[in-house]
């Protein structure tokens, strides 16, 4: 089935390279994979690297490697969000009196908000003046309004958010002049013409303010699919994992068709595989978006997985 405009079906998958995948990462990957390759879509490999602090040393090697040990094919090339500075910056003057320089360092945010409130909604201390015109450095922040902000989620169904009273004017350039993750994503998103964005339910209450930065920037919305995060029995996120290189192709094979397995899919047992190029063949034909579980919790026998 094509989008409702008939546009080509193109999926994306944007890891960021602060450690090795892990399996609730494989998890998302084969969410938004088959979303693609079921519907003779495209899938995009885009790396979060917006945040250079934050990226760890050959992760970006040990992503791609294990992404094409376990088989996933990428299509086109590879988008790295450290290269796309330019692009941030044009979107951030087409927003033009959208945003507004803010001067408040974390201390004048601290000092100035009652006790336990610092960290949730910015008060908007500089929307209409600056509070420090001196400041060496600002941070750019989007105006929002009370209006709330919906969208229509694939599994999760309306979900939405008033994303002045509950995350206020957010910001989209850091005072150390990184871009956020919010513009980047968005912009990211528009450049590729993503049409369906499927990934963890942890980013759900994320989507408002992408929706209305694309409304702000004039932008297509995409569709949007968030499948449940997986957690383990006792509630807890996956944590990072190295996957080591020398894995054997019956371990892929096994890996794969765990993630199906969670994500509500009923693969014939592992010893009617006998690669792993059949098992993605098996996949891809038999996909079935609306068989995702509400819940994903990982078995007690999947000590590799954590
Ligand atoms: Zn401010």
């Known amino acids: 089935m094509l989008p409702k405009d008939n546009k080509p079906y193109i999926g994306r998958f944007a890891p960021s390279p602060t450690g090795s995948l892990h399996f609730g990462s494989l998890i998302a990957a084969t969410a938004s994979y ?17 945040d250079q602090f934050r990226v760890k040393k050959d992760s970006i090697y040990q992503i791609l490697q294990t992404l094409e040990q376990y ?12 290269q796309r500075t330019q692009a941030y910056d044009a979107a951030l003057n ?10 408040c360092t974390r201390k004048f945010l601290r000092k100035q908000m009652p006790e336990g409130t610092y960290g949730y909604v910015y008060p908007s201390f500089c929307r209409e003046k600056m509070t420090n015109p001196d400041a060496a450095q600002f941070a750019i922040r989007l105006r929002t309004h009370d209006e709330p902000i919906g969208f ?15 995350v206020g ?7 150390d002049q990184l871009f956020s993750y919010q513009l980047a994503v968005v912009v990211d998103d528009e450049y590729q013409q993503i049409t369906e964005v499927v990934r963890g339910s942890d980013l759900l209450d994320n989507t408002p303010r992408q929706c209305y930065l694309q409304h702000c920037l004039n932008y297509q919305q995409p569709q949007y699919l968030h499948f449940p995060t997986a957690v383990t029995p006792d509630g807890k996120k996956l944590s990072k994992q190295n996957h080591s290189p020398e894995v054997s192709d019956t371990e892929k094979r096994q890996t794969i068709l765990d993630t199906l397995h969670f994500l509500g899919q009923a693969p014939p047992a592992l010893d009617q595989f006998s690669c792993l190029n059949d098992v993605w063949v098996w996949a891809i034909q038999y996909w079935d978006r609306d ?12 000590p590799n997985c954590l």
Do not use: N
């Open 34 to 50: 088959l979303c693609a390759k079921s519907k003779e879509g495209k899938w995009l490999l885009r790396i979060e690297d917006v």
């Open 71 to 82: 088989g996933y094919q990428w299509d086109d090339a590879i988008l790295y969000q450290s």
């Open 94 to 103: 087409d927003l033009g009196s959208l945003v507004y320089p803010c001067s």
């Open 152 to 166: 229509t989620d694939y599994l999760q169904g309306d979900y939405q958010q008033a994303v002045a009273l509950e």
């Open 169 to 175: 004017d957010f910001i989209l350039k850091r005072s």
């Open 291 to 302: 068989k995702i579980p509400a819940q994903m919790t990982l078995p007690e026998h999947y």
